[in-house]
């Protein structure tokens, strides 16, 4: 591969751990990237191609509407703003100064988290509910629908919600309390794929808008994203993204993603903006994401996944200082990892998983097990020769690295 690494000095690295964007997200496919390179061609008006975008994510999700975004976080971000500014486009124009505006966005305590940065970004103050005791040992509850209820004032904007297998409450009695106040429901669902049932399934439940990540298990741009939901908020959200150096007399969006006889002014550059999201991105987006639901629909995606899983751990299955097996992602998404349960007599799993970061080559395990004695290879963002040479550089240790260890 001549490469543009190799010209710029960059070594590359096997990504065994997974779609993280501290490795640069995981591969494309050919077709996504040939997609993206038909797109870089042309010019379109974006927002065309949006109202496009819109249409696919729409259907995907059962969602009234969706947006092509540069992120899941940047969704989050958009979804926050959309709810505090609605279809104003004075309080557009004014974010993030919330001052006078709805911008109280409530969130579990327990499911704070990095990401809500992208919420607080867009001028909201975070108010959090509930107290997890579950985590602490000490009880077996998180945050409750009343609390929720509770929290809710004239000055709540939304409901921001992490889905994850594990999140409590249940949406749907968030959603329920949310809609008895006229509250949305935003969900952070940036890594819930696969399955991709999980696209429809949050906007079934009744949320209002839901972010995913592109980059992550559908293979689209590493920074790419979507964001699905009520018609009005994605139109919020586009109005406070796009660039919006329009002339409102002769400006002409599509009226499925902005219905012009909505708004009493047009917003000059949003919140949004610093988001852009490039035509090559929104079509590597959306042809990755009609790829997954073609290849989920025939079992290519998870045959293509075990195919890894089983070649690596055939690869590692003579390592005598190791217990090697496929397991299913604990998360709940099916996906096959591939364990390495090393004999602590032998070595430290965890001097043995940084020998082969900085080995030649640097292979990135997942970094979740550290102190557990295993190594765990992901193998969603793995190329086909990628099992044969993790094996072979895990037998290539050498001694010290394996003894030098304990
Ligand atoms: C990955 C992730 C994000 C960010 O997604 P990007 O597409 O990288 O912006 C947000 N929230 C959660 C829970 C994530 O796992």
Redesign the pocket.
């Known amino acids: 591969m001549s490469d543009v690494f190799a010209r710029l000095g960059v070594k590359t690295i096997i990504n065994a751990n997974g779609p993280a964007?501290r490795l640069s997200g995981g591969l494309m496919r050919p077709e996504v990237a040939a997609a993206m390179a038909e797109a870089s061609a042309r010019c379109v008006e974006i927002v065309d191609l949006q109202a496009a975008a819109s249409k696919v994510i729409a259907d995907a999700t059962g969602a009234e509407a969706g947006y092509a975004t540069?992120?899941?976080?940047?969704?989050?971000l958009l979804a926050t703003a959309a709810a505090i500014a609605g279809l104003d486009a004075a309080a557009m124009d004014r974010l993030p100064d919330t001052r006078g505006l709805k911008n109280q966005v409530i969130v579990a305590r327990s499911q704070r988290?990095m990401?809500d940065h992208a919420v607080r970004t867009a001028g909201a103050r975070l108010v959090e509910v509930g107290l997890p005791d579950r985590f602490a040992g000490s009880g077996v509850r998180d945050a409750e629908p009343w609390d929720y209820a509770a929290a809710i004032t004239d000055k709540t904007a939304a409901i921001y919600y992490?889905a994850?297998p594990d999140s409590q409450p249940d949406l749907t009695d968030v959603v329920t309390v949310a809609h008895d106040h006229g509250v949305p429901v935003i969900v952070?669902a940036?890594?819930q794929l696969p399955p991709l049932a999980n696209l429809k399934r949050f906007i079934a439940d009744g949320a209002d808008l839901v972010?995913f990540?592109?980059?992550?298990a559908i293979g689209g741009p590493q920074a790419?994203?979507m964001l699905a939901g009520r018609r009005d908020l994605i139109m919020s959200a586009a109005l406070q993204q796009l660039d919006m150096d329009v002339d409102r007399h002769t400006w002409s969006p599509p009226p499925s993603l902005i219905d012009l006889d909505r708004l009493a002014g047009i917003p000059r550059h949003g919140i949004g903006r610093p988001c852009k999201v490039g035509k090559e991105q929104i079509a590597g987006l959306i042809t990755a994401l009609e790829m997954t639901f073609a290849e989920e629909a025939d079992g290519r995606l998870a045959a293509r996944w075990q195919t890894l899983a089983e070649r690596l751990a055939t690869g590692l299955g003579d390592v005598d200082w190791a217990d090697v097996s496929i397991v299913s992602d604990p998360a709940g998404s099916g996906v096959p990892m591939v364990h390495m349960a090393v004999d602590a007599n032998r070595a430290d799993a965890d001097v043995v998983k940084l020998a082969l970061e900085r080995g030649e080559p640097s292979i990135h395990s997942n970094p979740d097990y550290r102190g557990t004695g295993k190594i765990v290879f992901g193998v969603t963002c793995l190329a086909d020769d990628d099992p044969d040479r993790i094996a072979a550089a895990v037998k290539g240790l050498d001694n010290q690295v394996m003894t030098g260890a304990r």
């Open positions: 964007t540069s992120g899941a976080a940047a969704g989050l988290n990401y992490v994850t952070d940036a890594a972010a990540s592109g980059g992550k790419s994203g």
